[in-house]
C-alpha cells in the first residue's frame, strides 16, 4: 500500500511569486486535505477535497486554491507569496467525505517546506 | 483563538517511565480527539483517537483520557521507550460539522536513557 507522497519536499521562491504543490492521496483514498504548519505552530486547515470538489476550508485567503483529479491526487496553488507563507504543507487523505473516519486519522504526506524570500 | 491548546512545549520523561501528555480544549462541539506523533522531516502520524461519548481509549503503550466537564485529554505512555522521543500534536475534530481537524502547538517529548 504506497502512502502519500508530496513533491517537491523544498522550494524557495520570491515575494510576489506563484506556486503548486502537489499531493498523490494513499491508495484507496478519496478525500485529501492541505495544511499549513509554520515553525513552532500546530497544522493549520486550509482545506479539502472530497470527488473533485472542495467540501471545507479553514482561515485562508482565496490565493490558496486547489484542485483534486480523478485519481485523487491534489495540487495546492498559491498565488502572490508573502513572507509568511514560508512554513511546512501538509497534505493528509482519508477514505469518506466530510464526516467519514476521521477517528481512524487522517494519513499524511512528509511535506513540503516552502520558504518564501 | 487557541480551541486546541498544549501548554507545555516540552516533557522530558526517563525511559521505562510513564509519560503523560495534556490537552485543553474550548469547543464543546468537537467529538473526536485525537493525538499524532512528528518525527522530524516527517509527517505527523496517527496514535490514538477517542470519540467524546467515551472516556477511555487503550491501545497497545497508549491510553488516551477524556474528561469533558473539564475539557481535557491527556496521552498516557507506559512504559516509555527511546523511539517514543517525537513531537506529539493534540488535535480534535467536529465530525457533523466541517470535519476539519484543529491541532494543537504540540509538546516536544525526550525520553532520557
Known amino acids: 500500500e504506497t502512502g502519500v507522497t508530496q513533491s517537491p519536499t523544498h522550494l524557495i521562491k520570491t515575494r510576489g511569486q506563484q506556486v503548486t504543490l502537489r499531493c498523490s492521496s494513499q491508495?484507496?483514498?478519496?478525500?485529501v486535505s492541505w495544511y499549513q504548519q509554520a515553525l513552532g505552530q500546530g497544522p493549520q486547515f486550509i482545506f479539502q477535497?472530497?470527488?473533485?470538489?472542495?467540501?471545507g476550508r479553514g482561515n485562508f485567503p482565496p490565493r490558496f486554491s486547489g484542485l483534486q483529479f480523478p485519481n485523487y491526487s491534489s495540487e495546492l496553488n498559491v498565488n502572490a507569496l508573502e513572507l509568511d507563507d514560508s512554513a511546512l504543507y501538509l497534505c493528509?487523505?482519508?477514505?469518506?467525505?466530510?464526516?467519514?473516519?476521521?477517528?481512524?486519522?487522517?494519513?499524511f504526506g512528509p511535506g513540503t517546506r516552502l520558504t518564501v524570500l | 483563538d487557541q480551541q486546541v491548546k498544549q501548554n507545555s512545549p516540552s516533557l522530558s520523561v526517563q525511559e521505562g517511565r510513564i509519560s503523560i501528555l495534556n490537552c485543553d480544549y474550548t469547543?464543546?462541539?468537537?467529538?473526536?480527539f485525537l493525538w499524532y506523533k512528528k518525527y522530524p522531516a516527517e509527517g505527523p502520524t496517527f496514535l490514538i483517537s477517542?470519540?467524546?461519548?467515551?472516556d477511555k481509549n487503550e491501545d497497545g503503550r497508549f491510553t488516551v483520557f477524556l474528561n469533558k466537564s473539564a475539557k481535557h485529554l491527556s496521552l498516557h505512555i507506559v512504559p516509555s521507550q527511546p523511539g517514543d522521543s517525537a513531537v506529539y500534536f493534540c488535535?480534535?475534530?467536529?465530525?457533523?460539522?466541517?470535519?476539519?481537524?484543529?491541532f494543537g502547538k504540540g509538546t516536544r517529548l525526550h525520553i532520557l536513557p
Open positions: 488535535a480534535a475534530s467536529a465530525v457533523n460539522r466541517d470535519d476539519k481537524i484543529i
Open positions: 469547543n464543546s462541539m468537537f467529538d473526536y
Open positions: 477517542i470519540s467524546s461519548i467515551k
Open positions: 491508495s484507496g483514498h478519496n478525500t
Open positions: 477535497y472530497y470527488r473533485e470538489e472542495e467540501n
Open positions: 493528509a487523505s482519508k477514505r469518506g467525505g466530510s464526516g467519514g473516519t476521521v477517528y481512524q486519522g487522517q494519513f
